[in-house]
């Protein structure tokens, strides 16, 4: 088996920072991503000089990509792995054991390393509502996923919803691809802002940021409503239009005040959950993150995991954006690389003082955008909660009031929910709120879906293949 | 909305028989969506489905490509490529 000095499992703004850190003083670091270039889905381009490029682009990220990978490709010490995924990981004494597979099918193989630094991101927090199912419906990541990397628009006549600054950049590049963007409902209200004032103040690029997209979205003439919810998406086999409520300070919507709006596509965007199941396989501890919302791998000030050589940067120990990715990453590949001689990294003060100013601004962005209160009386009884497995609402409340379930577990036991293709991925947010609302206990992270063996799915066939002979 | 080879690399593959261009680096679903095809698949519940995560973690999109399924939002399309429709029923085997 190959082994490696350090490997980081992901290529966003966490980890490509992780592996220039380490490889400071690492000889022998790997940087793996399912993508078939490294900058995840934060640096989501085309190839250079590929004709997928449309709209004007809408901020300078792109130059630090172009530095980064410069960068890495420039380092001796770093071995970039694209379109490879981490299927399962296994702990070690020290470190880890990472099973890779070619994303598209092919050879499996194992990679020994000696230290790991996990840095897979987030994906979309997806709320169930009646309708969402119809093609033309997107997550805001996915959207934006389609139109930076593959050149696609997911409708010409588009409403994007849901909460949070991530809205307005969806919104923002969609105009500038030419789709007419209905509107952004967006369901708080930018007063909440009021009690975070500090934060913002020592995060004034973000001030900027935020006022460069207004600025956008008023000359594409895309009105913004504070205050909104779409609660139901209309169409027969495909989106046809959307229903809008108002929601009142507390997050409750007033169904009088619903209309309805033509729209031939939906953004939704609720935040992002991180992909915690490497972290979970190698039994690093987790818990909820401030919100409540999302499972996160607990880390110490050197970004280390509870497990030893096992390292976590970006999304994954909780959500708060590329800037703190960046950051905690740094640390993260400086200490992975320090903990080979058994030593402790060596950080500059700046870089913990920068750290702890985007934890602040990133809890203020949690507290300022809390997901509406009341989402699941949205929710009818034939709304499909578990997109896969296609169970309605009305299943989920069988188990729970007549089958006498009182968790997640028994409920995807009785009524399928997470056990299809995406494991839960999309449903399990929805489902624990389901549970939790009738059952009264709190919510846990041990009641998440998240402790999955395999952490991507994988062909029985690339299983039954086994890996690679050794070279 | 078909056209024969062109100075961007564009080529053709099909999806049901019916031609739509592609190019070098788009995902198969991504194509589609240029082409006005949203949805890609049919449920065993009988659901028309299209992409909903675009990053390959809903398998909301999965389509089949040389009997296997795959995820249209993160498998490239490729020239001449064979694309089909899932419709209902049980799903091919991966």
Not at chain 1, 264 to 284: H, I, M, N, R, T
């Amino acid at each position: 088996m190959r082994t490696a000095d350090v490997v980081v499992v992901g290529a966003g703004p966490a980890g490509m920072h992780s592996a220039l850190a380490a490889a400071r003083t690492a000889r022998d670091v790997v940087l793996i991503d399912s993508g078939p270039a490294v900058g995840g889905q934060y640096y989501r381009h085309p190839a250079d000089g590929s004709s997928l490029h449309i709209g004007a682009p809408i901020d300078r990220r792109h130059d630090t990509l172009v530095r980064l990978r410069a960068e890495l490709e420039a380092s001796t010490a770093v071995t970039v792995l694209p379109s490879t995924t981490v299927w399962h990981a296994a702990a070690a004494d020290v470190g880890a054991v990472l099973h890779l597979a070619p994303v598209g099918g092919g050879q499996t193989s194992s990679l020994q390393a000696r230290a790991v630094v996990l840095a897979p991101g987030a994906y979309d927090l997806a709320l169930p509502i009646p309708g969402w199912t119809l093609p033309g419906v997107m997550t805001a990541g996915g959207a934006q996923a389609m139109l930076k990397g593959h050149g696609a628009l997911l409708g010409r006549n588009v409403v994007v919803a849901g909460t949070g600054p991530f809205l307005v950049s969806v919104a923002a590049a969609l105009a500038g691809a030419g789709a007419t963007v209905a509107g952004v409902f967006e369901a708080n209200r930018p007063t909440r802002w009021a009690r975070h004032l500090p934060a913002v103040a020592v995060s004034p690029d973000k001030l900027l940021e935020g006022a460069r997209l207004a600025r956008l979205l008023r000359r594409h003439r895309v009105p913004v409503h504070f205050g909104h919810v779409v609660t139901q998406v209309l169409g027969t086999d495909a989106v046809e239009a959307v229903v809008v409520e108002r929601s009142d300070h507390r997050g409750s919507n007033r169904s009088s005040s619903a209309r309805e709006i033509a729209v031939d596509a939906v953004c939704l965007g609720w935040g992002f959950l991180p992909q915690v199941e490497l972290a979970v396989a190698l039994g690093c501890d987790t818990h909820l993150d401030r919100s409540g919302l999302a499972v996160v791998v607990r880390v110490d000030g050197d970004q280390r995991t509870s497990r030893p050589g096992v390292f976590a940067a970006g999304e994954i120990t909780g959500i708060g954006g590329a800037d703190l990715s960046a950051v905690e990453g740094r640390i993260a590949g400086l200490a992975a690389a320090a903990s080979l001689q058994g030593t402790p990294p060596v950080v500059r003060r700046v870089t913990r003082a920068e750290r702890a100013r985007r934890r602040h601004f990133a809890a203020a962005l949690s507290d300022a955008y809390p997901l509406p209160r009341d989402w699941t009386s949205w929710l009818h009884s034939d709304t499909v909660v578990c997109r896969c497995e296609e169970v309605p609402r009305a299943s989920i409340d069988e188990s729970i009031h007549r089958l006498g379930a009182s968790d997640v577990a028994s409920v995807k036991s009785l009524c399928r929910t997470g056990m299809g293709y995406c494991q839960g991925r999309m449903c399990d947010f929805a489902v624990r709120t389901i549970v939790t609302a009738a059952t009264g206990r709190p919510a846990s992270h041990r009641d998440a879906l998240v402790y999955r063996p395999i952490a991507v799915p994988i062909s029985i066939a690339a299983l039954a293949a086994g890996d690679a002979e050794e070279t | 909305m078909t056209e024969p080879s062109g100075a961007d690399g564009s080529f053709t593959f099909t999806f049901d028989g019916v031609p739509v261009r592609g190019v070098p680096g788009q995902a198969i679903g991504a194509a589609l969506l240029v082409a006005g095809i949203r949805s890609v698949r049919r449920t065993p519940g009988g659901s028309e489905r299209g992409m909903f995560c675009g990053m390959g973690v809903c398998f909301d999109c999965i389509v089949l490509v040389d009997r296997s399924t795959v995820r249209s939002c993160v498998t490239s399309a490729s020239p001449g490529l064979v694309v089909s429709r899932l419709d209902g029923g049980a799903h091919a085997d991966r």
